[in-house]
């Protein structure tokens, strides 16, 4: 049905749908020590199969439709995702990640707006749509913009970062790692703060290599004897047959 409506009235369709993600992350987000949250509703999404829950399917489709109207209608879109780049919501904040991804040519102030948000590269630096569009979109920054985002880069350290279990290896600067090997290798030339950092973090971590997210598939496990023979056991039957 929903594939239909997404056929009747796009722009319509898609404000309704985002209303109703919104209200599913509002509804089921999890407390968190800093602003920055994620939620019931969409965590694991993209790194399980996006069938596995009917929300996730719904989420799915929307943003195939949301991903063309960002390609070729940035009004439109921009109207549709208003305030999704200044949320907490780390699903909010992912769906515009991925939406700037489809032309970082197009997005290159909202994109620089975003990455200059406080506390975004610290919180939201590990996900891979970030450091895809940092990749992507630094070529068109003005050397400006580019030396503002080298330098909070260089300035990201995750509280979290402090804290590791005994014989643990130190994850101080694990996200500054991977962002700083987000800007193009044809870049670092001309900023060797960035490289010298870079070089460091090296040493210390070996080489980066980045990973795109791996999807994976859960299976269900059926019942260990027929349906039939579990209507006719008693209740110590039924537990002793999971020993089994």
Do not use: C
Not at 61 to 81: C, E, G, I, Q, S
Not at 104 to 133: C, H, M, Q, S, W
């Amino acid at each position: 049905i929903f594939k239909k409506l997404l056929n009747w009235n796009l722009d319509t369709v898609l404000s309704k749908a985002l209303q109703i993600i919104h209200k599913l992350v509002d509804k089921t987000k999890w407390k968190s020590e800093v602003n920055f949250y994620r939620d019931m509703a969409f965590y694991g999404y993209g790194q399980f199969e996006l069938s596995l829950y009917p929300h996730w399917q719904f989420l799915s489709l929307t943003l195939d439709k949301l991903r063309a109207a960002a390609a070729n209608d940035k009004p439109m879109f921009l109207r549709l995702v208003e305030g999704f780049d200044e949320s907490y919501s780390f699903t909010l904040l992912k769906i515009v990640l991925q939406e700037y991804n489809t032309g970082p040519k197009l997005y290159v102030d909202e994109g620089f707006k975003l990455f200059t948000r406080e506390g975004v590269f610290e919180n939201i630096g590990a996900e891979y749509e970030l450091r895809t569009l940092l990749k992507k979109i630094y070529i068109y920054f003005s050397e400006k913009q580019k030396e503002k985002i080298n330098k909070i880069i260089l300035s990201v350290f995750p509280q979290w970062e402090k804290y590791r279990e005994k014989g643990q290896s130190s994850l101080i600067g694990y996200i500054k790692y991977g962002l700083l090997n987000a800007i193009p290798d044809e870049e670092l030339s001309n900023y060797p703060a960035i490289k010298r950092q870079i070089i460091e973090l090296k040493h210390k971590s070996g080489k980066y290599k980045e990973e795109s997210t791996q999807i994976s598939k859960l299976e269900t496990v059926g019942p260990l004897l027929p349906p039939l023979d579990y209507e006719q056991m008693t209740f110590d039957q039924w537990f002793s047959s999971f020993k089994k």
